[in-house]
């Protein structure tokens, strides 16, 4: 019904900045939250950030809060996740994730992408 594309992955040195993109297609919906979710080697996938598709609700988890920024752009159907000073623990499979509640469970998501990696160098 929807798909997830996420984009923009790479390898950044330590400090720098990246931006990942997930673009949206098949069936969208303005009520849906968009989020980003990561994965290290070894962990857990772990909240990152979530905007609400109308409103510009935003919120983010203590760890990349003040470094990243969630953005969207609801012409095109895309979110971004703007990394900023990037550090080498922000090493880890990217997802975009879209689902009808807004919070920081997975489960409370859809529909996924298939990740992008993002590797930042010390």
């Known amino acids: 019904q929807v798909q997830l594309v996420e984009s923009g992955g790479g390898l950044v040195q330590a400090g720098g900045s990246l931006r990942v993109s997930c673009a949206a297609s098949?069936?969208?919906?303005?009520?849906?939250?968009m989020g980003w979710f990561r994965q290290a080697p070894g962990k857990e996938r772990e909240f990152v950030a979530a905007i609400s598709w109308s409103g510009g609700i935003t919120y983010y988890a203590d760890s990349v809060k003040g470094r990243f920024t969630i953005s969207k752009d609801n012409a095109k159907n895309t979110v971004h996740l703007q990394m900023n000073r990037a550090r080498p623990e922000d090493t880890a499979v990217y997802y975009c994730a879209a689902g009808r509640l807004f919070g920081a469970w997975a489960k409370e998501y859809d529909y996924w992408g298939q990740g992008t990696q993002v590797t930042v160098s010390p």
């Open positions: 098949g069936r969208t919906f303005s009520t849906y939250t």
